[in-house]
């Protein structure tokens, strides 16, 4: 996200859109003000709400882009059409900025709207930023509810924009399992897993820099090579070489390596479905926070 937002400001911000196109029927979730609103207008600045990236204008309105698991920015030629997977375009004197998604079922949204109050109610569900915050006020929002580590961490109304993928690598660095509950930490395991949630997103952040440089980003994934558990069932473990396992319930799945997280003991799907049926995400809209 961080990549998306940061080639936004370099990229857009301060440049007039000379027309917008929209493609996909089902991308556009607002009417009100039109999004042809925006035609001659550039934008003044960026923001992150959670998973959603916030384009800000003048007149008080916002721009609010939540791409999902497969919706994709894209820096083109002014008049570049796009392929079969183009969801909208914003058009610049200097290029353009696609919108697609390549998958059957589109999840990906865009609004407008106007008004930080309604940008708030509508799109911010109160997360606190995981680099913004103390490790006391982490550690008292972590408690504030009984939650697997797996789900608190990647719940929107815990903390903001913590995902899948960086979720599994956090508690790896932490040595902490995905299914401890939060009220059953120890301050020390607190404290580590704060540090390690602010390193952990610290380092990809910087890793994510240097690959795109003054770019714009071509391959955003939830998976990345460099990664140490997320994605790699079955692969070594790159802190004790033991194969890395993982748990798939509903439509989600979450990695870790036994060794290390869990005291050598494997979960088991079947046995936890009990214990994770309050509190696992069951849908992918659920795991991003969209309901």
């Known amino acids: 996200m961080i990549a998306y937002l940061e080639a936004l ?4 911000v301060g440049q007039p859109i000379s027309a917008v196109q929209v493609r996909g029927i089902s991308v556009l979730k607002s009417f009100d003000p039109p999004i042809d609103t925006l035609v001659g207008l550039p934008p003044r600045g960026t923001r992150r709400m959670g998973k959603r990236l916030v384009l800000e204008f003048d007149d008080d309105m916002f ?14 030629d002014r008049d570049a059409k796009g392929n079969r997977n183009l969801l909208m375009a914003f058009r610049f004197d200097h290029g353009s900025l696609h919108l697609t998604e390549a998958a059957s079922k589109k999840r990906a949204s865009v ?6 109050d309604t940008l708030t109610a509508q799109h911010d569900r109160g997360g606190l930023e995981p680099l913004e915050i103390d490790e006391a006020t982490f ?3 972590l408690r504030e509810q009984n939650r697997t580590l797996k789900r608190a961490l990647t719940m929107p109304a815990i903390f903001s924009g913590i995902g899948n993928a960086y979720s599994d690598e956090i508690l790896l660095h932490a040595g902490l399992s995905p299914v401890r509950r939060t009220s059953q930490l120890t301050d020390e395991e607190v404290h580590r897993l704060f540090d390690s949630t602010q390193a952990t997103l610290l380092d990809y952040a910087e890793r994510i820099r240097t690959e795109i440089g003054d770019g714009f980003p071509t391959k955003v994934t939830a998976f990345r090579q460099d990664m140490g558990v997320h994605g790699k069932f079955g692969e070594p ?4 070489g033991s194969p890395v396992q993982r748990i798939v319930y509903s439509a989600n799945e979450v990695n870790y390596c036994a060794t290390c997280q869990t005291g050598g003991r494997r979960l088991a799907d079947r046995s936890l479905s009990r214990l994770l049926k309050d509190d696992w995400p069951r849908t992918i809209e659920e795991l991003d ?3």
């Not at 400001?9 to 857009?12: A, E, N, T, Y």
């Not at 609004?111 to 930080?116: A, Q």
């Not at 473990?237 to 004790?240: D, E, H, N, Y």
Request: charged fraction near 25%; proline fraction near 3%.
């Open 9 to 12: 400001d370099r990229h857009v």
């Open 63 to 76: 721009l609010v882009i939540h791409l999902m698991v497969a919706g994709r920015l894209y820096w083109r």
């Open 111 to 116: 609004w407008l709207v106007r008004g930080e």
């Open 139 to 141: 550690a008292s929002r």
């Open 237 to 240: 473990c790159p802190i004790c």
């Open 289 to 291: 926070g969209d309901i």
